[in-house]
């Protein structure tokens, strides 16, 4: 069992920078691949990216390429999300959720993950 918490949301111009961090406690995070996914206003939940355990595979989707960067410090258990060049239409909840397994493969589903954060709302404002 793991327990996630994320951490960092907040409001922000369109333009700026924000980074989420989501720590995980319960068993080492180097166990699990981690991902990250956003429900915006009205919308579905959507996978943004992921890494797998040792951080040597990362996946993003395309409307974040370029901008958001994902990368863990599995010393901290943590992962972060450093978002760059914000847009209004980036405003969300951002979750981040854990897989147990060492594989280097990551899911982009929802059903790929086994554990969800509480999420943090993340604002960018036009």
């Known amino acids: 069992q793991v327990q996630l918490v994320e951490s960092g949301g907040g409001l922000v111009q369109a333009g700026g920078s924000l980074r989420l961090s989501c720590t995980t406690s319960g068993r080492a995070s180097s166990d699990y691949v981690m991902g990250w996914f956003r429900q915006g206003p009205g919308k579905e939940r959507e996978f943004v990216g992921a890494?797998?355990?040792?951080?040597?595979?990362?996946y993003y989707v395309d409307f974040v390429k370029g901008r958001f960067i994902i990368s863990r410090d599995n010393a901290k258990n943590t992962v972060y999300l450093q978002m760059n060049s914000l847009k209004p239409e980036d405003t969300a909840v951002y979750y981040c959720?854990?897989?147990?397994?060492?594989?280097?493969?990551?899911?982009?589903?929802?059903?790929?993950?086994?554990?969800w954060g509480q999420g943090t709302q993340v604002t960018v404002s036009s």
């Open positions: 959720a854990a897989r147990f397994g060492r594989s280097t493969l990551v899911p982009t589903t929802s059903s790929g993950y086994n554990y």
């Open positions: 890494i797998n355990w040792s951080g040597d595979n990362i």
